[in-house]
């Protein structure tokens, strides 16, 4: 059974300042997702990374990807509030099923 | 970019009546559409995998005669919560793997259902 494991679960963080989540998981898979989600809203979606050492920037927000360890990070460069969600990695369930499991989710807060 | 609507948005029913939520892919056509759960503060559950023109394939612990699932065309799959119960209120999320391009399926924007 695939297990996805974030760390942290939660997360108060100044404004200007870096921090990084880590996402584990279990067992082989060829595509890991970032998601971001604010309350009461449904997912958007940040990267996809497909391949080891993959890396992906959009703004304060970078992806990487190292499938030998199976551990995916997210990485905050000079937080700013915009970025208060929850985020969630996320890894293809597998058997060509590609239904997705979750991990539990980085409650960020960034405080001015 | 790839658009999945969900309707309703929100529904409050009444303890033992059955809610339809429909999800559709707006601008491509989908074999395979996702039903997932959340409940609040938590993670997402993949309850089911809705495949078109077959039965659907459910995750292990959901009731599949609790939880009907119909994909009847490449453009729509509905799910329906029968007998609903209080503890099926949650937030209910479907998503859409496109026929072609990328492997990646794109998110509805979630349906909050109330039983009361």
């Known amino acids: 059974e695939l297990k996805v494991e974030q760390n942290p679960l939660f997360l108060s963080m100044q404004e200007g300042k870096n921090y990084t989540i880590y996402c584990n998981y279990s067992t082989t898979s060829d595509r890991l997702y970032w998601y971001r989600q604010d309350p009461g809203k449904s997912l958007e979606s940040l990267f996809v990374?497909?391949?080891?050492?993959a890396v992906k920037q959009e703004g304060r927000l970078m992806a990487s990807l190292d499938t030998k360890a199976r551990l995916s990070t997210l990485h905050i460069t000079a937080a700013v509030h915009d970025l208060s969600a929850t985020y969630f990695c996320?890894?293809?369930?597998?058997?060509?099923?590609?239904?997705?499991?979750f991990g539990k989710g980085t409650h960020l807060i960034i405080q001015p | 970019g790839a658009v999945v609507s969900q309707h309703p948005s929100w529904v409050i029913c009444k303890s033992g009546t059955s809610v339809k939520i429909e999800c559709r892919s707006l601008?491509?056509?989908?074999?395979?559409m996702f039903w997932y759960r959340q409940f609040p503060k938590q993670s997402l559950m993949l309850m089911a995998t809705s495949n078109e023109g077959s039965k659907a394939t459910y995750e292990q612990g959901v009731e599949k005669d609790k939880f009907l699932i119909n994909h009847a065309s490449l453009t729509l799959s509905t799910l329906t919560v029968t007998s609903a119960h209080p503890e099926d209120s949650s937030f209910y999320i479907c998503?859409?793997?496109?026929?072609?391009?990328?492997?990646?399926?794109?998110f509805g924007q979630g349906t909050r259902l109330t039983v009361v």
């Open positions: 990374l497909l391949s080891n050492g």
């Open positions: 601008d491509f056509q989908a074999t395979t």
């Open positions: 998503s859409a793997l496109p026929l072609t391009g990328k492997r990646e399926a794109f």
């Open positions: 996320a890894v293809v369930t597998g058997g060509g099923a590609d239904g997705l499991t």
